[in-house]
C-alpha cells in the first residue's frame, strides 16, 4: 500500500471549485477522496458513498467526474485493501446499469461517439440561437447555457459520460495490474471493469486470457469469461467452449453467455462455435437452480434476467426456436428486482414481445399462437401485476407494448384472453389512471 501523499498527488493542482457534480460545486471531492484512502476504515466507506452520490449520480457524469478518474485508479492500484475494492466502481464512470442492460451484445462505442455532441457543436448551437433571439429573458438564459458550456461542463448527457468513460480508458494500461492480484474480488471486479472496453481489445484480452488459464475461483473465472465473449469476434483456441463442460455451473453458465455474444454479434465465427442447441441447453441448466451466491456483477446480478436476453439471441440460430422459447418461459419466474434494475420482469417481457410479436390493430387467436408463444403470454398474465401495465412515473410502457401486437394491455384482459382467472377484476376495464389518487387528495 503506498501513502496517500503518493496516491493524490497533484490533486491541488486541479480547480475544483470550477468543476461540478450532482450538488454544485466539486470543492469538497479533495476532502473526499483523501478520506477514501486515509487511515479511518469508516471515513473510508463513507467517502466512497459521498463520492459516488456527487460525480456518478443515477447515471449521470460531471464535468468533475473524469478529473477523479486517475486517483481513483491509484486508489484501485495500491491503496488500502477495502478502498481499493471500491475504488474499482470506476466501472460506473465509465458504464451506467442502463449500458449493461443491452448485454449480452456490448456496448457499440462507434454509436456512441457518434451520438454525442460535442461542447465545440454546442457552442455554435448557442451562437446561433443568440444571434437569432430577440426576446430578452430568451436571450438571458441562452446566454447563462452558453457560458455554463463554455466553462467545460458537459452539456449534453452522452458526451458527458464519454469524458469519464475515455478517462477511464486512458487508465486500463494501470488497471490491468489488479487483475493478478491476491484477492479474487478485486481480480474479478478488475476483469469486469476490462470488459467495457472493445476499443482496447488488443491491450485487455491477452491479460484476460492469461487470467483465464491460471484462475481458480469460479466468480473471477466467470467474469474473465463474459469480459472476453464482450471483447472478441471469435472463440479464442476454443477456451469458451472448453469451459461449457466446467465443473462449476457458473463458468459454464458464463462460457454459454460469452459464445451467445459470438453468435450473434459475430455470425461468421459461428460454424466454429458449439451448436446453439448445446449453447442454449447450458443456459437453461443454469437457469434451472439458484444463482451462486459468489456470481458475477453482470446484469447487477440478476443473471436469470441476463439469461432470458441470451436465449433470446440464440433462437434465430436454433433448429428449434420455439423450443428455445420455451426455456425462456422456464426462466421468468427466477427473474428477481435488484436495486438498480426496477420491474426487470417487466423489461424483460417487452424484450420478448417486440422479438416475438408483429404490429397489428387486430387481436390474435390465442390458439393459433405457437406453444412457446402461449405459455409466455400465460406465464406473464401469472407474473405481472397490475402497476407493471400502468404507465410511467409508475410503472412500465407494458400497456403500449401489449395493445401495439393486438394483445389485451390490462392484468385482468391478458388473464382472460389465456384462459385465467380474472380474480374479481373486469377484463373490460380501462386501464386505470395513475394519476388518480394524486388528484382525489
Wanted: aromatic residues 8%.
Amino acid at each position: 500500500m503506498k501513502r496517500s501523499d503518493d496516491l493524490l498527488a497533484g490533486l491541488d493542482d486541479i480547480d475544483w471549485s470550477a468543476l461540478r457534480h450532482a450538488y454544485g460545486s466539486a470543492e469538497d471531492v479533495p476532502g473526499q477522496l483523501r478520506a477514501a484512502c486515509g487511515p479511518d476504515e469508516k471515513a473510508r466507506e463513507s467517502s466512497f458513498s459521498s463520492l459516488f452520490g456527487n460525480i456518478f449520480h443515477q447515471g449521470t457524469r460531471y464535468s468533475a467526474s473524469p478529473y477523479a478518474v486517475p486517483f481513483l485508479t491509484r486508489i484501485a492500484v495500491a491503496g488500502p485493501a477495502d478502498a481499493r475494492i471500491n475504488a474499482l466502481l470506476l466501472t460506473r464512470l465509465a458504464v451506467d446499469w442502463h449500458d449493461e442492460y443491452d448485454l449480452p451484445l456490448g456496448i457499440d462505442t462507434a454509436a456512441w461517439r457518434t451520438a454525442a455532441i460535442s461542447p465545440e457543436e454546442n457552442l455554435r448551437w448557442y451562437d446561433e440561437q443568440i444571434a437569432a433571439e430577440t426576446d430578452e429573458e430568451r436571450l438571458k438564459n441562452l446566454g447563462e447555457g452558453r457560458k455554463y458550456c463554455a466553462a467545460g461542463h458537459p452539456v449534453d448527457a452522452r458526451e458527458g459520460a464519454l469524458r469519464s468513460y475515455d478517462a477511464v480508458r486512458a487508465q486500463l494500461p494501470a488497471l490491468l495490474e489488479p487483475l493478478d492480484d491476491p484477492d479474487p474480488e478485486i481480480r474479478t471486479r478488475t476483469a469486469y471493469l476490462l470488459g467495457w472496453f472493445p476499443e482496447e481489445a488488443d491491450t485487455t484480452l491477452p491479460p484476460l486470457l492469461a487470467r483465464l488459464d491460471s484462475e481458480r475461483n469460479p466468480a473471477c473465472v466467470a467474469t474473465v469469461l463474459v469480459a472476453v465473449g464482450l471483447l472478441t469476434d471469435h472463440d479464442p483456441d476454443g477456451r469458451l467452449r472448453r469451459h461449457l463442460d466446467h465443473r462449476h455451473p457458473l463458468p459454464r453458465w458464463a462460457a454459454a453467455t460469452a459464445l451467445t455474444r459470438l453468435m450473434a454479434a459475430h455470425p461468421t465465427a459461428a460454424p466454429d462455435l458449439p451448436p446453439a442447441e448445446r449453447i442454449a441447453a447450458e443456459l437453461a441448466a443454469f437457469d434451472a437452480g439458484p444463482i451462486p451466491e459468489a456470481a458475477t456483477a453482470h446484469h447487477a446480478g440478476d443473471l436469470h434476467s441476463y439469461t432470458v436476453r441470451s436465449l433470446l439471441c440464440l433462437m434465430d440460430a436454433a433448429e428449434d426456436p420455439d423450443g428455445v422459447l420455451l426455456e425462456i418461459v422456464r426462466t421468468l419466474p427466477r427473474i428477481v428486482e435488484t436495486g438498480v434494475s426496477p420491474r426487470p420482469l417487466a423489461a424483460r417481457a417487452d424484450n420478448l414481445l417486440k422479438a416475438l410479436f408483429e404490429p397489428s390493430d387486430t387481436v390474435p387467436v390465442f390458439a393459433e399462437l405457437s406453444q412457446g408463444r402461449r405459455e409466455l403470454l400465460t406465464v406473464l398474465a401469472e407474473l405481472l401485476t397490475a402497476e407493471d401495465f400502468q404507465s410511467w412515473p409508475f410503472g412500465s410502457d407494458l400497456h403500449e407494448r401489449f395493445t401495439r401486437y393486438g394483445l389485451p394491455g390490462t392484468r385482468p384482459a391478458l388473464r382472460a384472453y389465456v384462459g385465467l382467472p380474472t380474480e374479481g377484476e373486469d377484463p373490460n376495464a380501462p386501464l386505470a389512471d395513475p394519476w388518480a389518487p394524486f388528484r382525489d387528495r
